[in-house]
C-alpha cells in the first residue's frame, strides 16, 4: 500500500493506479470527461485538474492532470486548492463555449454527466453571448441518435468504438475548434456495440434512438435489476418502464460478467415485450375459439390434467422457477427438454466435462486476461458477442505485458497503444468461414466441422500423446497443430472456446481433449463453451429427456396431452417432424407471450409475463446462476408469471389449498433439495423478506414525478401502489435510500452523480467489483469430482458428396434470435434468406452471385439467393440459422443444391 496526502489529510491507497479513480474510489467529487474506467486515460478534456505538492513544505505546487499522475508514496496533493478549482470551472467554461445548452429538449437531460460535472465545477451560468459553432447531424442507424452541437471533444467515442470495440466506421475528422465525430457519410453504424456510444458519451451526443421514439425522462421510469434474455452470457441489465410500456434497456455493471458493456441486441431487442404479437387473453379452442375467464379456464383445466396422460415440455429461454414448476406439475419422470436430441446430446458433452472438475470455465473478465486463444467452430460475433469484445481486449493487452517493464502504467491508453503499434496475442480460429475476429487472429483456417474437431484432436495429442487423434492428418495442419499446441503450452493463460453453433459433438469433445491436456490437478486450463439461450445451462443441468422422446411417448400412445412452456417447438425441429409430435396430441396446453406456430396449435392458449413482468433465476455459460426480477406489474391481469400459472394449475389439480402456492424462493428451495446440482441458486439474491431498516427497495427514483397524475383519465384519486410479495423491491419511491445488495441494485444515483457514472459510488473500488461482491453464483465444481479421462470420437476426414452439401448454419447477431426480431431496428438490421456457396461449387453449378438457388432439405424446398463465399471449404453451403423464412431446419442437415430454372 501507499501512503498518500490529500488536502492534509493521509490515504492508504494501491499503488499502480492513477490519482483520479483513486480520488473517486476515496469518495472524493473530482469531475472528468475523457477517462472511463474501462479504456483508460489519455489526458484530453484537462477536466480533472487537481495540485500537486514535491513534498509537504511546497505551499506552491503545479496544477497536473489527476489522471495522467501515478500514484505514488508519500505524494501530497489538493484537490480542493482555489488554483485548482478556478482552473477546472476555466476548462468546462472553455468546453461549454460552443454547446447549445439544449437541456430541456436533451435526452440526456437530468442523467446526463456534463450536466453533473459542470454543477461539480461551479459553472453556473453562461458568459459567452456570442455566435456558436453548428455541425449537420448524422443518421446512423436505427439505434443511435446523433447531436453533434452537444459535443465538448472527450474523444470517448472513438476511442470506445475503435479503440476498445474494433469498429472501423465511425471516426474523429477535422481539426482545432471544428473537430467532428461521426462517419465519413450518413449511414447506419456497423459495430455490433455501437448502443454503448449512448453511455460512454458524457453529453447528448449519441442517444437512444428506440427510447426517443417513446420518450420520458430517465428518472420517471420503473426500474429493476435483469438478465439480458437473447444469448448465453448472461449480461446484467436494468429495464426502464414507463405507462405499462417497456422503455429502455441499459447496462447494469458486473464486473465478472459484461462489465460496463452490453451489445446492440441485449440493448435494443427489448421490443418484444410491447409487440402486438403479444398475447392477451387465455383462450380454449374448440369448434369455435373463445376467450376464457379465469374460472371457466381452471374449470377446463381441472378436467384435462386430472383425467389425462400429460406430459411436460421445458424451455431453454424460461427461468428456473418455470422449468421446476412445470416438472411439479407433471412430474419428473413426465418433464422433458423442449430441445432437439441432437442439441440435448450436445448438452450433456458439455456438462459431462464442466462437471468432471477438471477444466475451468472462466467468466467474461477472465477471458480479457487471456494470452493464448483458440477458437474452435465458433462465431463469437454472432452467438456470444461480449465474449468476442473481451477477447478483442485480450489480444491488444497481451503486447501491454512489455509495457510494464519499462515503466509504462497499465492505465495510459496513448502510451500503451503508440507503444504495442500493431502488434498482438495469439488468437487462432478454425471456421467454417471468415468471423469478424479474424481481423485480430494470429492465424485462421476455414474448414467443415469434421475436420476443425479433427484439427482438435490433433492439437490436444500433440500436446499429450495419449490422447486419441486421427491417424491420417496432412503435413500442413499437423504443423500448424504443433504449432498451437506450442503457443497453448507456453501460455501462462491459456483459453479454449468452443460451443454447440456447429452442431458437432466431436469439436466439443476435442476442446475437452484439449483442456485435459493442457491442465493438471491444480492448474485447472480454461475452457469455454457457448450455449444456444439464456438458461440452455440450467435447462441442461434439470437432466430431462430430449424433445425426440417426448415425441416417442406420444407416438407409442403413453401420453395424451402436453403443456408447452415459453417455447415455439417448430424453431427445434424439421416442419414436419413437429406437424407429427402435434398430431399425436389430443390437448395441446400452451403458455407463452407471443404467438408463434407452437401457438397456432395449441387447443388451451394462456398468455404469460416476459422477463420484465416476471421474476427468475437462470443460468448462464458458465454456470452463474443470477437472478432478474419484475420491472412492472402489466395492467393485464391475465400476463401472469408462467410459474404462478404453473403452480396454480398444481394446486387444483393435487387439490392442495391456496395457502399452499409458492413463491419464487420457495420454488428454489424446494428445487434445490430435490436437485443438488442448483445448491447455491437459492442464494444467488435476497429474499422477499428481505429488508433495510424495515423498507423494501424502491424500483423508482427519488425524482419520480406524475404518480399522482398518470391514472388521473381513469379516477382522480391515487391508486394504492401494486405490492410485490415476491421479492424485496417495491414498485413505489419510497424505502431505503441508501446502497441497496449488488443484486437489487435498480438503478444508479447518488447526490451530485444523475448520470450512469454514478456506478463509481457502488464499487468497492473504482472499476473493481460491486461493494459486496458481483451477483451471481457459479454452481460448477472446482474440484476434479470424476477420474479425468480424454474422449474419443475422432471423425474421419470431410469428403463432398457429390449431388449433396453439407448445410451449416450461420448465426446473425440481427435476426437468429427469436424474441428480439420484434424490434424494428433488429429486423432492419437482419439479413434476408440466402444460401452461401464455395466458389467452384458455383461455378460447378453455373451460379453466379445472387442467382437464385433451389434448395432441398429432406422434404421441404425453398429458393434463395446465392452468396458466393470463397472461404467456405468445397462441398460446404451455408444458411443463416433461425432468421425468418429458414427456421424449423433439423440440424445438422444435408441439402441438394439445383440453379432454378426461371
Not at 490519482?19 to 473530482?30: A, K, Q
Not at 435489476?225 to 447494469?252: D, F, M, V
Not at 424502491?698 to 425524482?703: A, I, K, L, T, V
Request: hydrophobic share 35%; glycine share 8%.
Amino acid at each position: 500500500m501507499a501512503a498518500i496526502y490529500i488536502d492534509g489529510k493521509v490515504y492508504e491507497v494501491k499503488p499502480g493506479k492513477n490519482l483520479l479513480e483513486t480520488c473517486l474510489t476515496l469518495g472524493f467529487n473530482l469531475p472528468y470527461f475523457c477517462w472511463h474506467p474501462a479504456m483508460g486515460s489519455v489526458g484530453a478534456c484537462r477536466q480533472c485538474a487537481i495540485k500537486l505538492f514535491k513534498d509537504e513544505q511546497d505551499t506552491n505546487g503545479r496544477i497536473v492532470m489527476s489522471c495522467m499522475e501515478a500514484v505514488k508514496d508519500n505524494m501530497y496533493l489538493s484537490v480542493n486548492d482555489p488554483t485548482a478549482k478556478a482552473f477546472r470551472s476555466q476548462v468546462i467554461e472553455w468546453l461549454m463555449t460552443n454547446h447549445p445548452h439544449d437541456c430541456a429538449v436533451c435526452d440526456e437531460g437530468g442523467a446526463c454527466h456534463l450536466q453533473d460535472m459542470t454543477v461539480m465545477t461551479g459553472h453556473t451560468y453562461r458568459r459567452f453571448q456570442y455566435k456558436k459553432r453548428t455541425y449537420k447531424n448524422q443518421y446512423l442507424g436505427p439505434f443511435i441518435n446523433h447531436e453533434m452541437n452537444r459535443c465538448i471533444q472527450c474523444y470517448r467515442c472513438v476511442r470506445f468504438y475503435k479503440d476498445y470495440a474494433g469498429g472501423k466506421d465511425l471516426d474523429v475528422f477535422a481539426a482545432h475548434d471544428h473537430v467532428y465525430f461521426g462517419r465519413a457519410q450518413d449511414g447506419i453504424l456497423e459495430n455490433e456495440f455501437s448502443g454503448n456510444l449512448a453511455e460512454v458519451c458524457p453529453t447528448g451526443v449519441f442517444t437512444d434512438k428506440t427510447l426517443k421514439e417513446h420518450y420520458t425522462r430517465k428518472w420517471d421510469m420503473t426500474m429493476a435489476p435483469s438478465i439480458c434474455q437473447h444469448c448465453s452470457l448472461g449480461c446484467n441489465i436494468i429495464a426502464g418502464e414507463r405507462y405499462g410500456e417497456l422503455r429502455q434497456i441499459t447496462s447494469r455493471f458486473n464486473g465478472e460478467v459484461n462489465g460496463y458493456f452490453i451489445c446492440d441486441r441485449g440493448r435494443f431487442g427489448y421490443e418484444f415485450v410491447n409487440s402486438i404479437n403479444r398475447i392477451q387473453q387465455p383462450l380454449i379452442r374448440s369448434k369455435i375459439p373463445d376467450a376464457a375467464d379465469k374460472q371457466s379456464l381452471y374449470s377446463h383445466l381441472k378436467g384435462i390434467l386430472s383425467n389425462n396422460k400429460v406430459i411436460g415440455i421445458a424451455s431453454p429461454r424460461a427461468s428456473l422457477e418455470t422449468n421446476f414448476a412445470l416438472m411439479q406439475l407433471v412430474g419428473k419422470e413426465n418433464f422433458y427438454q423442449g430441445i432437439s436430441e441432437n442439441e440435448a446430446q450436445l448438452m450433456r458433452t458439455i456438462l459431462h466435462t464442466v462437471n468432471s472438475g477438471y477444466i475451468h470455465t472462466p467468466s467474461l473478465k477472465e477471458s480479457e486476461a487471456a494470452d493464448a486463444i483458440l477458437i474452435l467452430g465458433e462465431d463469437l460475433t454472432n452467438t456470444a458477442p461480449l465474449l468476442a469484445l473481451a477477447l478483442r481486449q485480450a489480444v491488444s493487452k497481451k503486447p501491454f505485458e512489455n509495457a510494464q517493464q519499462i515503466n509504462i502504467p497499465s492505465w495510459h491508453d496513448a502510451a500503451l497503444r503508440e507503444f504495442a503499434q500493431q502488434e498482438r496475442g495469439e488468437l487462432f480460429i478454425a471456421y467454417p468461414t471468415q468471423t469478424k475476429l479474424d481481423e485480430i487472429a494470429s492465424g485462421s483456417l476455414h474448414i467443415s466441422p469434421d475436420d476443425i474437431a479433427r484439427l482438435g484432436f490433433t492439437i490436444a495429442n500433440c500436446l499429450n500423446n495419449t490422447a486419441p487423434a486421427p491417424g491420417d492428418m496432412d503435413d500442413d495442419r499437423l504443423k500448424l497443430a504443433r504449432h498451437v499446441a506450442d503457443i497453448l503450452k507456453n501460455a501462462k493463460k491459456p483459453l479454449i472456446i468452443c460451443g454447440t453453433s456447429l452442431s458437432n459433438e466431436a469439436i466439443l469433445k476435442a476442446a475437452s481433449n484439449i483442456a485435459f491436456a493442457l491442465g493438471t490437478k491444480d492448474e485447472k486450463a480454461s475452457l469455454c463453451f457457448v450455449v444456444p439461450e439464456c438458461n440452455s445451462m440450467g435447462l441442461a443441468m434439470m437432466q430431462a429427456p430430449s424433445l425426440n422422446e417426448a415425441a416417442k411417448v406420444l407416438e407409442n400412445g403413453e401420453a395424451d396431452t402436453v403443456v408447452i412452456v415459453e417455447n415455439d417447438l417448430y424453431r427445434r425441429g424439421a416442419k414436419k417432424d413437429i406437424d407429427s409430435f402435434f398430431d399425436h396430441c389430443k390437448q395441446v396446453i400452451v403458455l407463452d407471450h407471443l404467438h408463434n406456430d407452437t401457438t397456432n396449435r395449441a387447443t388451451v392458449l394462456i398468455p404469460v409475463g416476459t422477463f420484465a413482468e416476471a421474476d427468475g433465476t437462470m443460468v448462464n455459460n458458465e454456470g452463474r446462476a443470477q437472478c432478474f426480477f419484475q420491472v412492472f406489474m402489466p395492467k393485464n391481469e391475465n400476463l401472469r408469471e408462467s410459474w404462478r400459472w404453473l403452480d396454480e394449475f398444481r394446486q387444483f389439480k393435487n387439490g392442495v389449498g391456496p395457502e399452499d402456492l409458492t413463491t419464487p424462493d420457495d420454488l428454489l428451495a424446494e428445487m434445490v433439495a430435490l436437485m443438488p446440482q442448483f445448491k447455491g441458486a437459492e442464494t444467488v439474491a435476497p429474499p422477499a423478506d428481505f429488508r433495510i431498516s424495515g423498507q423494501k427497495i424502491p424500483r423508482e427514483p427519488h425524482r419520480y414525478s406524475g404518480r399522482t397524475a398518470m391514472l388521473a383519465n381513469i379516477n382522480v384519486s391515487e391508486p394504492k401502489p401494486p405490492e410485490d410479495p415476491d421479492s424485496a423491491l417495491s414498485f413505489t419511491m419510497e424505502g431505503f435510500k441508501g446502497m441497496p445488495p449488488a443484486p437489487m441494485i435498480p438503478f444508479y444515483w447518488a447526490p451530485g452523480w444523475n448520470s450512469v457514472q454514478s456506478i463509481n459510488k457502488y464499487q468497492a473500488e473504482v472499476g473493481g467489483a460491486l461493494q459486496g461482491g458481483d451477483p451471481g453464483k457459479r454452481l460448477f465444481p472446482e474440484t476434479p469430482v470424476t477420474e479425468n479421462a480424454f474422449l474419443n470420437n475422432v471423425p474421419p476426414a470431410f469428403k463432398p458428396s457429390p449431388g449433396e452439401w453439407l448445410l451449416v448454419p450461420f448465426p446473425h447477431i440481427f435476426g437468429s434470435e427469436e424474441l428480439s426480431i420484434y424490434t424494428c431496428g433488429i429486423a432492419e438490421r437482419s439479413p434476408k434468406p440466402y444460401i452461401a456457396i464455395n466458389k467452384h461449387d458455383a461455378e460447378n453449378l453455373n451460379i453466379n452471385e445472387s442467382d437464385t438457388v433451389q434448395v432441398q432439405i429432406g422434404d421441404q424446398h425453398y429458393e434463395l439467393p446465392a452468396r458466393i463465399n470463397e472461404e467456405l471449404p468445397e462441398g460446404v453451403a451455408g444458411v443463416p440459422f433461425n432468421i425468418p423464412g429458414l427456421s424449423g431446419i433439423g440440424w445438422p442437415a444435408k441439402g441438394i443444391l439445383t440453379k432454378a430454372v426461371i
